[in-house]
């Protein structure tokens, strides 16, 4: 079952309780007023006939040989006061004696009785009203019965009746009309829900669309299109999109980390081709018959010992690249920087003893972190400048309000800004020519480890100008 049946059965069920509720209420109320308009006024004629009878006492006492209660009389006959003249005629009056038996009635006839139960009786004899409804000639009646009592003694009782016909035919065309009328509102009230519910559930069916669209095409760049009030479908939609908005993106990021790996592959495959495919050539070369002289034997063996080298250091760069890649833990301890700059300076200055390597840095500047990963950087930084430059190179390091920087410079040719914004991707080198030493994993390297510091790095660069690097740390007070 939908939802949108869902919300329209509810929304009719509560409508058709409500319905019936006021309907029964309604019917209840006016079949209790009408009941006690009835009473009423046989109240006011039962006491005006008793009344009247209390001035009235035109029949004789039976004498005591008589088994029979006499037979009644009429009205005119039995009093000619007004109330048993002028009795208005769609009330049925009756006088009776303490016995129950009738005395007079408007026409004097026998058939003329009402019924009056015994149990009405006894309770007339003790001097209480009685109230009871009785089918007469095929009509249902409301009888009211009421003694009307002398020194403490019932001489005559009061019956007063009238028809429950009408009554009952107005209550029966309430009820029918409340019928149809209720069953009506309910069908109408169906039909308006149906179609308010879709109007309402119309945004959560476009969010159903829209997801499975998303599903089959993959396009992350569809929204779904709400004008509504900011209701609970309005924060529904608002949430969705908010949802697309971040699947778009990690599936962005995700394609690129999948085209990065892809190229990632086919760089490695590369760059471990070159050096296999020369240290497979050699070893052919060793085992050609006759065999090469013994001065070729030495280069060939020479060269295959570079290209094993080549091969060392290309696995090493990857290992420590994927262990960045994986978040390998790093200390983040607090590391004054100058020890450790002015000893991997040391180090550099050995890869060429030619170069001048200067250093600016006060004393006592304290960042978080490891200090493998810190020098490890300053190497890689430091090598960068001795392979592509041929100058001086300047080691700087400040502290800048909360920041500490480090900025290593060189004056080298420098790099055109179309290469620069890609000086951190891997394998990416600016010059691709074969005698360029490095396999463009440096600066990927000191990227990964230094954010993993909680750090930033960039470059700037001018073409003749030579390039710096910037390493920023959050700065550590002592």
Aim: proline share 6%.
């Amino acid at each position: 079952m939908s939802i949108r049946l869902r919300f329209t059965l509810l929304y009719t069920i509560i409508l058709a309780l409500t319905l019936a509720i006021f309907g029964i209420a309604l019917y209840t109320i006016q079949a209790q007023d009408t009941m006690n308009s009835l009473k009423q006024d046989l109240s006011l004629g039962a006491n005006k006939l008793a009344e009247a009878a209390l001035k009235t006492d035109s029949r004789p006492a039976p004498p005591e040989s008589e088994q029979h209660a006499p037979p009644p009389i009429p009205f005119d006959e039995f009093s000619s006061e007004q109330a048993f003249q002028a009795f208005p005629e769609r009330e049925i009056g009756r006088i009776l004696d303490e016995n129950g038996d009738l005395v007079a009635s408007p026409f004097g006839r026998e058939e003329d009785a009402l019924p009056l139960s015994a149990e009405g009786l006894q309770i007339l004899q003790n001097e209480q009203d009685w109230w009871e409804t009785a089918v007469v000639s095929e009509e249902k009646m409301l009888i009211y019965s009421r003694p009307v009592i002398v020194d403490d003694q019932v001489v005559y009782i009061v019956q007063v009746a009238r028809p429950l016909t009408e009554r009952d035919r107005t209550l029966q065309s309430l009820a029918t009309t409340l019928l149809f009328a209720g069953s009506f509102m309910i069908i109408l009230a169906f039909g308006i829900g149906w179609v308010l519910s879709r109007l309402t559930l119309s945004p959560i069916q476009r969010i159903t669309q829209t997801a499975q669209t998303i599903g089959d095409e993959r396009d992350f760049t569809r929204r779904v299109a709400y004008t509504g009030p900011p209701d609970e479908v309005g924060q529904l939609a608002s949430t969705f999109n908010a949802m697309l908005a971040r699947l778009q993106d990690a599936f962005l990021k995700v394609e690129h980390s999948l085209e990065m790996q892809r190229a990632f592959v086919a760089d490695v495959s590369h760059e471990l081709r070159t050096p296999l495919t020369t240290l497979r050539g050699n070893l052919g070369l060793l085992r050609r018959n006759p065999p090469a002289p013994p001065e070729e034997q030495a280069d060939i063996l020479a060269d295959m010992v570079d290209e094993s080298d080549r091969l060392i250091r290309l696995v090493n760069d990857l290992l420590l690249l994927a262990r960045a890649d994986a978040g390998r833990s790093l200390a983040k301890e607090p590391l004054e920087i100058q020890p450790v700059l002015e000893e991997t300076l040391r180090q550099a200055h050995q890869l060429d003893t030619k170069r001048q390597i200067t250093l600016d840095v006060s004393s006592g500047i304290l960042i978080r972190g490891d200090r493998d990963a810190f020098k490890q950087v300053l190497l890689i930084l430091l090598d960068n400048a001795l392979k592509h430059s041929a100058g001086e190179i300047n080691v700087k390091a400040s502290r800048n309000g909360g920041q500490v920087e480090v900025r290593v410079q060189d004056h080298g040719p420098g790099i055109p800004p179309d290469k620069l914004e890609r000086v951190f991707d891997r394998f990416y080198r600016g010059d691709n020519s074969p005698m360029t030493p490095g396999f463009g994993l440096g600066l990927p390297i000191a990227k990964t480890l230094v954010e993993g510091m909680g750090g930033t790095i960039a470059v700037e660069s001018e073409v003749s100008q030579g390039s710096t690097v910037f390493v920023c740390f959050p700065a550590l007070n002592k």
